[in-house]
C-alpha cells in the first residue's frame, strides 16, 4: 500500500492527489526541461503539483485563476499547460476553448472522477488528455510525457505511410491504396486520412476533424466519416478500421 502524496514540509495530504509519497530530490534542471502551466485554484493541489513535478524535472509555473493564467501565458511559451475543470467564474473547460482560437499548447485537464460530461466538454473544447481524481503522480507523469511527445515531431522518425489491414495511405501523396490499388478520395476525405495517419491509434477528437472551415460542425464530420466508411469497410454499420470512440470522435485502428 502506497502512502498518500504530501508537502515534505507541511505533512499535509490531499484526496485528490494518492499513489506515492512525494521526495523530491533537489537536482538541477536542464535547460530544455519542458515548462509547465498549473492552473488550479485550490492552493495545497498547486503546491503539491509543483513541489512533485520540480522534483521530477519539469519547470513549473502556477496559476490560481483563468486570469492568472492569462496573464502568465502572455508572458511565458508554455510547453504544457495541467487546467482543472471546476475552476469559480471561468472554468476550465472554458478556458480551453477560448485559448484554443489563438494557441496550441498542449492542454491536460483534471477532473473529478464522476465529472463525466465535464471530460467530455473538455475534450470537445481542444484539451490533449483528462485525468480524474484522485490520480497517481506518477500516471500524471506518464500523461505528461505521452503528450510532449506527440507534439515533437522532430524528435521521432518521420512516418511515410500508415499501413492497416490490406490498406495503405502515402502521407506526402495523400494517396490510400487497397492491395496496390489506388482508392480515390475527394479533398476532404484526404484531410481528415491525414490527420488519422498523423495519430494512427489514438481518439481523435471531432472538433480537430473540422479542418480549417469554421462552418463545418461535428455532424458534417459524422457524415464524412460514413462515406469514408463505405469505400474501406466491408460493413460499415461495424467499422473495423475507422472506429467510433463514443461520446469523443473517431480513431484509426492499425492493429
Do not use: C
Request: proline share 5%.
Amino acid at each position: 500500500m502506497h502512502e498518500e502524496l504530501e508537502l515534505k514540509e507541511q505533512g499535509t495530504q490531499d484526496p485528490a492527489i494518492r499513489g506515492t509519497h512525494l521526495v523530491s530530490e533537489e537536482h538541477p534542471l536542464s535547460d530544455d526541461a519542458p515548462h509547465l502551466l498549473i492552473v488550479d485554484d485550490d492552493t495545497r493541489i498547486r503546491n503539491l503539483l509543483s513541489q512533485y513535478l520540480t522534483g521530477s524535472g519539469f519547470r513549473v509555473t502556477v496559476a490560481a485563476n483563468a486570469d492568472d493564467a492569462r496573464r502568465k501565458l502572455a508572458g511565458i511559451d508554455f510547453d504544457l499547460l495541467i487546467l482543472d475543470v471546476m475552476m469559480p467564474g471561468e472554468t476550465g473547460v472554458a478556458l480551453t476553448q477560448s485559448l484554443r482560437k489563438e494557441k496550441t499548447v498542449p492542454i491536460l485537464m483534471l477532473t473529478a472522477l464522476s465529472e463525466t460530461d465535464s471530460r467530455i466538454a473538455g475534450l470537445e473544447a481542444g484539451a490533449d488528455d483528462y485525468l480524474p481524481k484522485p490520480f497517481d503522480p506518477r500516471e500524471l507523469i506518464l500523461r505528461i510525457n505521452n503528450i510532449l511527445r506527440r507534439g515533437a515531431p522532430a524528435a521521432q522518425a518521420k512516418i511515410e505511410q500508415i499501413v492497416f489491414g490490406p490498406y495503405t495511405f502515402i502521407i506526402a501523396k495523400r494517396e490510400l491504396k487497397r492491395s496496390g490499388e489506388i482508392i480515390r478520395l475527394t479533398d476532404r476525405e484526404q484531410d481528415i486520412m491525414a490527420i488519422f495517419a498523423a495519430r494512427a491509434g489514438e481518439t481523435v477528437p471531432r472538433h480537430e476533424l473540422t479542418g480549417q472551415e469554421g462552418d463545418v460542425g461535428e455532424r458534417t464530420i459524422d457524415v464524412q466519416i460514413n462515406r469514408l466508411r463505405r469505400k474501406i469497410e466491408n460493413d460499415p454499420a461495424n467499422p473495423v478500421w475507422l472506429q467510433t470512440v463514443r461520446g469523443v470522435g473517431y480513431k484509426l485502428s492499425v492493429e
